[in-house]
T-cell receptor
């Protein structure tokens, strides 16, 4: 069964450092997403990406965040200057079309120290 | 009012029991509704979509009441492997982004 692959599975970084979280969506999918889940809290939407541009973003997705799909395969989330409160599980997801369901990746656990 | 509200539980039930979870959503224009399952420290996985007419998938039955903005999930004949957190998920609009709004989840523990 096709999978959404995320790397690394766990990243520890110092406050103020830049991090890049990587995702390889399912190859024929057209819609891409980042969500995050702070430990013990609900899953929260960050950003959606379609046709090489951001289609929606939440209030969480401020100027410190950016996304890229540089090569038609990878879909990355960059946090420019990490804060302690960015510590969370970050899930990438993709879907083939508007009416279809999402497939989530297994997540990257980001710990900011 | 929270966008998607669920009783966090936990619901502790014996194997074989029937258990029901409820969820309410605040945006009356919401278009699509889902139940996801999340195991501890894992990604959410789609359990089933929820249709206005109600739908069933094996031991799982989902119902939607648009007038009351209420969604339910019924699990019959609970198995130990059903132990997980069940997430009520709503697509609040029908634009190209199709973002999902998650409830906080209801934790189910099925005991032998």
């Amino acid at each position: 069964e096709p999978e959404v692959t995320q790397t690394p599975s766990h990243q520890v970084t110092q406050m103020g450092q830049e991090v890049i979280l990587r995702c390889v969506p399912i190859s024929n999918h057209l819609y891409f997403y980042w969500y995050r889940q702070i430990l013990g809290q609900k899953v929260e939407f960050l950003v959606s990406f379609y046709n090489n541009e951001i289609s929606e973003k939440s209030e969480i997705f401020d100027d410190q965040f950016s996304v890229e799909r540089p090569d038609g395969s990878n879909f990355t989330l960059k946090i420019r200057s990490t804060k302690l409160e960015d510590s969370a599980m970050y899930f990438c997801a993709s879907k083939i079309g508007q009416g279809s369901g999402y497939t989530f990746g297994s997540g990257t656990r980001l710990t900011v120290v | 009012r929270k966008e998607v509200e669920q009783d966090p539980g936990p619901f502790n039930v014996p194997e074989g029991a029937t258990v029901a979870f409820n969820c309410t959503y605040s945006n009356s224009a919401s278009q699509s509704f889902f139940w996801y399952r999340q195991d501890c420290r894992k990604e959410p996985k789609l359990l089933m979509s929820v249709y206005s007419s109600g739908n069933e998938d094996g031991r799982f039955t989902a119902q939607l009441n648009r007038a009351s903005q209420y969604i339910s999930l019924l699990i019959r004949d609970s198995k130990l492997s059903d132990s997980a957190t069940y997430l009520c998920v709503v697509n609040p609009n029908n634009n190209a982004g199709n973002m999902l709004t998650f409830g906080g989840g209801t934790r189910l523990m099925v005991k032998p």
